[in-house]
């Protein structure tokens, strides 16, 4: 069964960086996904952010947070990471990471349902 673990949330001043950890398990039961993060805030619509693909490693990264944000991975730990940067008030958001099995190009995965999600990391963007 998978099973995604967020953390890394927390307090952070406006223009501050913060590195999200998604740790992973049980993905070794799926041929393909991709792994990355979305956010929701109050009041507000669910929003992808970024994806990592299980083969290639190759990354997308939505307009939105593009040159502020990047996702990575190790899989030495089972975890991937999302580095945020010149964070802004507007990023607060509870993140969580998901997975999707989708074959689909990462940059339509966002446009379907994920899978597999973790309960959220809470991340508040204040001064």
């Known amino acids: 069964q998978v099973r995604l673990v967020e953390s890394g949330g927390g307090l952070v001043q406006p223009g501050g960086s913060l590195r999200l950890s998604c740790a992973a398990s049980?993905?070794?039961?799926?041929?393909?996904?991709?792994i990355g993060w979305l956010r929701q805030a109050p009041g507000k619509e669910r929003e992808g952010l970024a994806l990592?693909?299980?083969?290639?490693?190759?990354?997308y990264i939505t307009d939105a947070v593009k040159g502020r944000f990047t996702i990575s991975r190790d899989n030495a730990k089972n975890t991937v990471y999302l580095q945020m940067n010149s964070l802004k008030p507007e990023d607060t958001a509870t993140y969580y990471c998901?997975?999707?099995?989708?074959?689909?190009?990462?940059?339509?995965?966002?446009?379907?349902?994920?899978?597999?999600w973790g309960k959220g990391t809470l991340v508040t963007v204040s001064s």
């Open positions: 998901a997975v999707s099995t989708n074959t689909l190009a990462l940059y339509d995965i966002f446009r379907y349902d994920m899978q597999y």
């Open positions: 049980g993905l070794f039961s799926l041929e393909y996904y991709a």
């Open positions: 990592i693909s299980s083969d290639d490693g190759s990354t």
